[in-house]
């Protein structure tokens, strides 16, 4: 039988439960689920100040973590998140298992359940990867970013960063600016979603080789509003609340759509001479990892303004509030 | 529906001021004595024994707030993830005496998940049980210390205990239970 089932308070209003079972992209989240991610982290941090972060929520719960791309900050943010909620957590990492021996996406996925795993969390070079996932596996989904499509606990971690540092913690009208190369962006696609489903004043700048086909997608407007998109960095930073560098990929100077990164940094990088232009409160964040000298100056990376770190930290706690709402929907529920 | 009212406001004001009057009696003062309220109404109560704490002693006892969602047994249960209402605790707990204060005892299961919360927070000297309403059925090997009201029930019946802070008003009640038990989402 449940523990205290006599309490009726848990059927009277208050936050709408989560009814998600995967977690592909922030596009399928309401404002109510949003802001039920938001709550739950809030106590996810309170876990992690204590002497021990650790609680039993999802002991019995087996989650791996496939990453077919390289990566540090997310891959080890999930896995510390999984442990702080005692699951079990199985580690691959595509380079050393059999994909290196032709196996496919979806064979891999039916062996990793028929292991025993209840939660995936997944990257993929290829966008749309994860989808294809959660139509062959029976547990919950969770994108940990796919391709140049989405990466939405990035996206979720980073409103809960700036609704903790502006004041008032709301979005609503507030002047942010995500600057660098947005066409090859998971993480500005995540975050043009939310954030302008939040209200903010949304603007892109970079580039505008790195800006194709954002003019139309900034018209029409994503989650019901429109933004901003231009190659006018001094516009786009005057009175910024929030600016968020993005990582300059190295690669992308091969395909010729940047001459030379001394030239990206000298025409685009967030210098603290550049700031001046912007709020004298604004906040600064970046994804990373950062290419220090390029997209963003090292002593902005450190200024005081800088909420890079605290990326970092909120991202524990934004994954384990969505690996602990994720585990409650079970698989012949409420799917996506 | 409103069901059988078994203690009306003056009846909780009398049961808080006694067990607080226990409490301090029981730890032969109030050296090392903090209390620590269950969410969602553990939490008010807890507050009140305080202030009576402070009326009769001239002492202020540390309040804590303690949710046991993240430690339920029944988490792979139940349909949904239970909403968490928030943990609040700015002290120390080692050495302490730590008075968990909940408004209904029933099975014991959520005594059990808020003890392995508070080890999780240190090495209290002892934990005490303080309850408004103790309603047997337990099954668990767990008492309470400091009871408000000792009240025999089946397990048909549904015991509502409600509170100024929570509820607007302060009484406990027990009616009858039709669908809540078969449903399982009305957990705490």
Redesign the interface.
């Known amino acids: 039988m449940t523990a205290e089932a006599d309490r009726p308070e848990a059927a009277s209003s208050g936050p709408v439960p989560w009814h998600h079972r995967h977690l592909l992209d922030v596009d399928i989240l309401t404002a109510a689920d949003i802001d039920l991610v938001m709550r739950t982290t809030d106590e996810m941090r309170e876990i992690l100040a204590r002497p021990i972060p650790k609680v039993p929520a999802l002991r019995g719960t087996s989650v791996t973590i496939l990453f077919y791309e390289a990566s540090t900050r997310t891959r080890v943010s999930f896995e510390v998140a999984a442990k702080n909620l005692s699951a079990d957590v199985v580690n691959i990492a595509a380079a050393s298992s059999s994909v290196s021996k032709g196996e496919s996406l979806v064979d891999t996925v039916r062996t990793v359940e028929a292991l025993g795993a209840d939660m995936l969390v997944m990257r993929h070079p290829a966008s749309g990867a994860p989808y294809l996932a959660a139509e062959v596996f029976g547990g919950s989904v969770l994108n940990g970013g796919d391709g140049w499509h989405a990466h939405p606990s990035q996206a979720l971690l980073d409103l809960y960063t700036l609704r903790s540092r502006l004041a008032g913690g709301s979005l609503v009208g507030r002047k942010v600016v995500i600057l660098g190369d947005a066409l090859h962006s998971r993480v500005a696609r995540s975050n043009i979603w939310t954030l302008t489903a939040m209200g903010a004043d949304l603007w892109i700048c970079g580039p505008s080789t790195l800006l194709r086909g954002f003019e139309g997608w900034a018209a029409r407007g994503a989650a019901g509003r429109p933004f901003t998109v231009t190659s006018d960095i001094d516009a786009a930073l005057r009175d910024a609340d929030v600016v968020m560098a993005l990582r300059i990929q190295k690669e992308r100077m091969a395909s010729g759509l940047l001459p030379s990164l001394r030239e990206y940094a000298a025409r685009y990088g967030l210098t603290r001479e550049r700031l001046r232009a912007a709020k004298p409160d604004v906040v600064v964040m970046h994804p990373g990892p950062m290419n220090e000298g390029v997209e963003i100056a090292a002593d902005v990376a450190v200024d005081p303004r800088s909420v890079i770190t605290a990326q970092v930290t909120n991202g524990v706690a934004v994954r384990m509030a969505l690996l602990y709402l994720l585990a409650g929907t079970k698989s012949g529920e409420a799917g996506a | 529906m409103t069901g059988r009212r078994i203690m009306a406001g003056e009846d909780v004001r009398r049961a808080t001021i006694r067990i607080s009057h226990e409490i301090v009696e029981k730890q032969a003062g109030t050296e090392g004595l903090v209390l620590i309220g269950i969410q969602?109404?553990g939490v008010p109560l807890a507050h009140r024994i305080a202030e009576a704490i402070l009326e009769n002693e001239g002492v202020e006892v540390p309040v804590g707030a303690l949710?046991i969602?993240?430690?339920?047994?029944?988490?792979?249960?139940?349909?949904?993830?239970?909403?968490?209402k928030?943990?609040?605790i700015g002290f120390d707990l080692n050495g302490r005496t730590v008075v968990l204060v909940d408004d209904?005892l029933?099975?014991g299961?959520?005594i059990r998940?808020a003890m392995?919360?508070l080890i999780?927070?240190?090495r209290p000297q002892a934990i005490r049980l303080a309850v408004l309403v103790d309603?047997g059925h337990r099954?668990l090997p767990i008492r309470a210390d400091h009871v408000g009201k000792n009240v025999p029930t089946s397990r048909e019946e549904?015991?509502?205990v409600l509170l100024e802070e929570?509820d607007g008003e302060d009484a406990v009640e027990i009616e009858r239970s039709v669908a809540?038990?078969a449903s399982?989402?009305?957990?705490?």
Do not use: H, N, W
């Open positions: 969602r109404r949710d969602t993240f430690y339920r047994d029944d988490l792979s249960l139940v349909a949904q993830q239970p909403i968490v928030g943990t609040a209904v029933y099975t299961r959520t998940a392995d919360a999780d927070f240190g309603r099954e549904i015991v509502k929570t809540v038990r399982g989402g009305t957990v705490a």
